[in-house]
């Protein structure tokens, strides 16, 4: 089963088993084109245990692994507690191509599979998308009067409350996704924010895009203040919202990508309690002032 979807302004193509959960979460996106796609994606069930003949392993998190493997830059994602491989995306020209081989997990050990396939190309397009001068950022982002603004922080930390709270302060307001946006810069220098399928535990999101006005990361606090602040300051928060890069050029590709959206889009801290006067805070502030960041 081949599906065309247009998200982030790329054209994808996901050819999958049948699975109505990736049906049904990606279907505001489907978007039939004929051109050649910006980024094919092929997952395949195996219903034998995937034999570990990786080399060279590097850890990028519980669960998660790498390996270039005969030239063939490769995630690995692995059960700890069954001590087996799940499944291998094996990226090809330049990251446009996501080979994915999947277990069978609801066969062979009756774990339920309903969201696998989906996660697996979420997973896959945090890395292809950097080829594409955008990333996948950890946050809830909010549209309102024809902008965008993404808010940040360490999960527990607030980021759906306060975006919930612009909802009810401001009728205009919209969560376009509420865990992982995309945000792209394109040539002509213009960053926009873009709802994916791929919505965390919430599940919010829209097939819509905007011009990103703002960067927040959030803080608890008691009172609410918020600060222009020089994106050098809060560099390793934007390295905690995004999967680690795989290589050293992917570093590398990475950090322009970050230099280019702060050229143009301002970064703010929000220290900030949880009711409606935190969101007039922000609001007030990012929407009503004007900032020169050059």
């Known amino acids: 089963m081949t ?13 999958c088993y049948d699975d109505a ?7 505001s996106y489907e978007y039939d084109f004929a051109c050649s796609p910006d980024i094919q994606i092929h997952i395949k069930k195996s219903e034998t245990e995937i034999e570990n003949n990786f080399s060279d392993v590097t850890k990028l998190c519980p669960g998660k692994y790498f390996s270039r493997s005969n030239g063939i830059d490769t995630v690995i994602d692995y059960d700890e507690s069954k001590g087996k491989i799940i499944a291998i995306t094996e990226f090809k020209e330049n990251y446009s191509v996501a080979d994915i081989t999947a277990l069978n997990i609801k ?30 950022f950890h946050s809830s982002a909010l549209s309102f009067s024809g902008e965008g603004v993404v808010f940040s922080a360490e999960s ?6 306060h ?9 205009g307001s919209k969560v ?3 865990d992982t946006p995309i945000i792209r810069v394109h040539e002509d220098g213009s960053v926009m ?28 606090g008691t009172e609410n203040k918020i600060n222009l602040v020089s994106p050098g300051r809060v560099m390793q928060s934007f390295f905690d919202a995004m999967t680690s890069a795989l290589t050293p050029k992917m570093m590398l590709d990475t950090v322009d990508i970050l230099n280019r959206i702060c050229s143009k889009v301002p970064v ?23 900032f020169n960041i050059n």
Request: aromatic share 10%; with cysteine; hydrophobic share 40%.
């Open 3 to 15: 599906k065309k979807y247009l998200i982030a302004d790329l054209h994808i193509s996901i050819d």
């Open 21 to 27: 959960n990736l049906i049904s979460t990606h279907k």
């Open 107 to 136: 066969r062979l050990y009756d774990i339920s599979d309903k969201c696998f396939a989906a996660n697996l190309i979420d997973s896959a397009m945090h890395y292809s998308i950097r080829s594409f001068n955008g990333i996948v």
């Open 156 to 161: 527990g930390t607030g980021k759906s409350t």
């Open 163 to 171: 975006t919930s709270l612009w909802l009810k302060q401001y009728p």
């Open 176 to 178: 376009i996704n509420d």
């Open 193 to 220: 924010l873009y709802g994916t399928p791929w919505a965390g535990s919430t599940g919010i999101n829209q097939n819509e895009k905007v011009p990103l006005r703002a960067i927040v990361f959030l803080s608890r």
């Open 268 to 290: 703010f801290s929000l220290e900030c309690n949880m009711d409606s006067s935190a969101a007039i805070c922000a609001k007030e502030f990012i929407f009503d002032k004007q």
